[in-house]
């Protein structure tokens, strides 16, 4: 009950940049981390908030030393730097997350976002997905959930960064119901 009155008092300071009133729920933070196990390797959070999708990662079985939680919240990033201590909690902007220095030059197998990429200018969206892809594996996946009927990563930007979105899954049990996307490198037949 704490845990959702701190993110409500989040919400009212920044609606556009925490985007929900309430932390994602169980349901949704299994279904955006069903596809990621141990052998996925390293994995970047964006926008981990109270940690409900940390916790979920950690349930699979990533370790705190394979998490790097990039968090532009003060309160947040402070809360997860006590809640899970081995974990890399960067407090940033992810659209810088290029420059970050992560898992010793390690690339990660998956990104979990947590970020209102609706609500974020192409720009913004556009500079996120590219450090993303960066930090990761060439078969990598980017996982993004929305509360939109649709992928919240336009057509055309996905098209502008060779990028494939597959829909995973939904749930109505998160309040409001969401649905979870994977975004994958387009890999070249030749």
């Not at 940390?54 to 990039?70: K, P, S």
């Not at 200018?121 to 996982?143: E, N, Q, T, V, W």
């Not at 998160?174 to 975004?183: E, F, K, Q, T």
Request: overall charge positive; proline content about 8%; charged content about 20%.
């Amino acid at each position: 009950m704490a845990e959702a009155f701190d993110f409500f008092q989040a919400w009212l300071k920044n609606p556009l940049r925490v985007a929900a009133v309430v932390p994602s729920g169980k349901a949704l933070a299994q279904l955006i981390t069903s596809e990621i196990s141990p052998d996925t390797g390293p994995v970047i959070e964006l926008g981990p908030g109270s940690g409900v999708f940390t916790r979920a990662l950690i349930d699979r079985g990533i370790r705190q030393e394979d998490l790097a939680l990039i968090e532009f919240g003060a309160e947040f990033a402070q809360a997860l730097r006590l809640s899970y201590p081995r974990a890399c909690t960067l407090r940033m902007d992810a659209a810088r997350l290029r420059t970050a220095d992560i898992f010793e030059g390690r690339p990660a197998g998956a990104v979990v976002s947590g970020l209102p990429l609706l609500t974020m200018h192409p720009l913004k969206s556009a500079a996120i997905l590219r450090g993303a892809f960066r930090k990761m594996k060439p078969d990598g996946a980017f996982y993004q959930f929305t509360y939109g009927p649709r992928c919240p990563v336009p057509r055309k930007l996905l098209t502008r960064l060779g990028l494939q979105a597959q829909w995973i899954g939904g749930t109505l049990t998160n309040i409001p119901p969401a649905s979870v996307y994977r975004l994958s490198q387009i890999q070249s037949s030749h």
